[in-house]
T-cell receptor, first 116, second 114 residues
Framework: AQKITQTQPGMFVQEKEAVTLDCTYD???????LFWYKQPSSGEMIFLIY??????QNATEGRYSLNFQKARKSANLVISASQLGDSAMYFC?????????????FGTGTRLKVLA | DARVTQTPRHKVTEMGQEVTMRCQPI?????VFWYRQTMMQGLELLAY????????DSGMPKDRFSAEMPDATLATLKIQPSEPRDSAVYFC????????????FGPGTRLTVL
């Protein structure tokens, strides 16, 4: 079963508008972490934002915010004031305990295109 | 500016040849992860280490892939013999279990097996 689900293979957004990228997860652990990474066309994986399962406040990093709804097991990424440079692939990931350390599971990604 | 480094960045080889990919994790990090990214499968976890000990390599084809950490500054991923279906981008990432937060990814090795 998929542990991280990103249902939007591709998204378009107009420059300067906000966009929400969806992510749902499945875990039975109480302690876990949720991440978003950006992968531009150059290929590198860039960390954007982190949310811990015990964090009560939604995480924010500049124009990025994570809409964490624990009961619904969703961790959507909100990008405000989109810029052309935001065009990239975005991956949601979950860290969960495994064998005394942590294992990271990635979703299939959402390709975002920002339109001028 | 601490970064994960990977060599080579690109590798083209012929089927049947041995391929070795190297990764230097960020100094002080105690976990290392190897991922493979393809269009069809997305990002797959191949293996990971904590304090140089392999914890899980269930994502790797055992007959041809091997991962090691000869020392704390070097992780290797070997494919022998390579096959065309191994063509992919291989990422190494490192992290630190105390902070439990993000992994830092290397730039990747783009492997093409002809």
């Amino acid at each position: 079963a998929q542990k991280i689900t990103q249902t939007q293979p591709g998204m378009f957004v107009q420059e300067k508008e906000a966009v929400t990228l969806d992510c749902t997860y499945d875990t039975s652990d109480q302690s876990y972490g949720l991440f978003w990474y950006k992968q531009p066309s150059s290929g590198e994986m860039i960390f954007l934002i982190y949310q811990g399962s015990y964090d009560e406040q939604n995480a924010t990093e500049g124009r990025y915010s994570l809409n964490f709804q624990k009961a619904r097991k969703s961790a959507n990424l909100v990008i405000s004031a989109s810029q052309l440079g935001d065009s990239a692939m975005y991956f949601c990931a979950m860290r969960e305990p495994d064998s005394g350390t942590y294992k990271y599971i990635f979703g299939t990604g959402t390709r975002l295109k920002v339109l001028a | 500016d601490a970064r994960v480094t990977q060599t080579p960045r690109h590798k083209v080889t012929e089927m049947g040849q041995e391929v070795t990919m190297r990764c230097q994790p960020i100094l002080g990090h105690n976990t290392v992860f190897w991922y493979r990214q393809t269009m069809m499968q997305g990002l797959e976890l191949l293996a990971y280490f904590r304090n140089r000990a392999p914890l899980d390599d269930s994502g790797m084809p055992k007959d041809r892939f091997s991962a090691e950490m000869p020392d704390a500054t070097l992780a290797t991923l070997k494919i022998q013999p390579s096959e065309p279906r191994d063509s992919a981008v291989y990422f190494c990432a490192s992290g630190y279990t105390v902070t439990y937060n993000e992994q830092f990814f290397g730039p990747g090795t783009r492997l093409t097996v002809l």
